[in-house]
């Protein structure tokens, strides 16, 4: 009892399907996939349905900003272990070597 007007969208566009890889390519080319899923990234991002644009904005600076935080602490976790003295005196900083003669608080 499934008459033509009860088909979906969906499954109306199989019907079309091999004709479209004929006369396109292969799906990847031009299926808008990868972006329909990443909707589902953005629609965990709004909780409640007003000013749904400013809620991603605000959930993606958080996030920005949390991970700032992380790199920090990393940052702080990779100075705990250098010294002053041989061998722990050395690191390496955007491919240079640097030997460490002193560590203030701001300034290595």
Known sequence: MCGIENV??????LIHLAQDVQSFGHLDGY????FENFMQI????????????QQIRN???EKEQFTDAKNELT??????????????NYCIVNDYVLKIKHISIDIV
């Open 59 to 61: 959930r993606l600076k």
């Open 8 to 13: 979906s969208y969906n499954v109306h566009s």
């Open 31 to 34: 299926s808008a996939f990868r």
């Open 75 to 88: 940052y702080i976790n990779v100075l705990r272990n250098i010294l002053t003295k041989y061998p722990n």
């Open 42 to 53: 953005m629609k965990k991002l709004v909780r409640k349905s007003s000013f749904p644009i």
